[in-house]
């Protein structure tokens, strides 16, 4: 057995429910002998390949993986990063070798209760869960859903409620928002942005009752919030300060420009001072690329700034 691949179980013991154990035990001589078979934890791409590997180099490999099937995360993707190919096309070649390696002894829901003996030798007792149908007989028809005596009934969950009431005057400025926007088709957006430009963000409090009172997931809402730019989740300052990141202020100096707004507010990007003065972030574009580096101050635009000017800028905006 590889001692890597024991090792590996050793450090990562699994959760042994109390069911069937494997009727699995293969001898492989004496314990000074190397035994010539592997086992591998997880049926990931990567359990897998290291499988189809060692079978290919003449070991007798033992995959154990714990769920139902092997594949792994990538068996649920539909696209890889970064070239977009399709995942399946790329990992259904590799469970269809594995399946049919003689030298591949597939367990699955099975888990690795015990590992002794030492580097080249050690001695493994995977305990298997019970299926409670014959795999060598099944045919995958589903007849056995029909009549199976475990039934999983999905409980709805309790109706949201928010964590804490809104005062008087957020409760009315709610009702004022939402009075405005009644039966408006789409009408999310608007109130989304009457509420950041009120508070100068979005406070989770109104996301909660929005929620709440448009019978909405929490969720949906945090999806549309957290999706646009001009939304903000976290109080900001008086005067938000945006230095453009783009390709075109980049390459004339952008980084320059925020390191020395960095040092000029005690701030790194993405923070708020203490006294609720600045805010500072980076923004993709702000479409001054012809001014760049550029950067915005409480929605004012400067471009082509030395970073000489910054604190003359700043003191524009107390």
């Excluded at 042994?16 to 000074?32: C, F, I, Q, Y």
């Excluded at 009752?209 to 646009?228: D, K, M, N, P, T």
Aim: with cysteine; glycine share 10%; aromatic share 6%.
């Amino acid at each position: 057995m590889s001692s890597s691949a024991a090792q590996g179980a050793a450090n990562s013991p699994a959760s042994v429910p109390a069911s069937a154990k494997a009727d699995r035990r293969t001898d492989h001589g004496p314990a000074n002998v190397p035994c010539g078979a592997v086992l591998v934890c997880g049926g990931g791409v990567a359990g897998i390949q290291a499988s189809l590997d060692l079978a290919a180099g003449g070991f007798r490999v033992y995959l154990v993986e714990e769920s139902p099937t092997i594949g792994g995360s990538m068996a649920r993707l539909d696209k890889t990063f970064p070239t977009g190919d399709c995942a399946t096309c790329i990992i259904s070649p590799k469970l269809v070798e594995c399946m049919r390696d003689y030298n591949v002894d597939v367990l699955t829901m099975a888990d690795v209760t015990a590992l002794e003996g030492k580097a080249g030798h050690f001695v493994a007792e995977v305990r298997k869960r019970p299926r409670s149908v014959d795999p060598a007989k099944c045919t995958g028809c589903g007849d056995c859903w029909t009549v199976c005596p475990v039934r999983n009934t999905a409980e709805s969950p309790p109706p949201f409620q928010p964590s804490t009431p809104l005062n008087e005057n957020d409760a009315a400025r709610l009702s004022e928002i939402l009075a405005r926007h009644d039966g408006e088709r789409g009408g999310m957006l608007p109130v989304l942005q009457e509420i950041n430009h009120a508070y100068g963000y979005i406070p989770r409090g109104m996301l909660e009752h929005l929620a709440c009172l448009w019978g909405l997931r929490l969720a949906e809402i945090l999806r549309v919030a957290s999706f646009y730019d001009r939304f903000h989740l976290q109080p900001v300052g008086r005067h938000v300060v945006e230095v453009c990141a783009g390709t075109s202020c980049h390459a004339q100096g952008s980084r320059a420009l925020l390191q020395r707004l960095e040092r000029e507010l005690g701030l790194r990007a993405g923070e708020t001072d203490k006294a609720g003065r600045f805010t500072l972030r980076t923004v993709r574009c702000l479409g001054l690329c012809a001014l760049s580096p550029a950067m915005k101050i409480a929605g004012q635009s400067f471009g082509r700034i030395d970073p000489d000017r910054v604190p003359a800028i700043l003191e524009q905006f107390p």
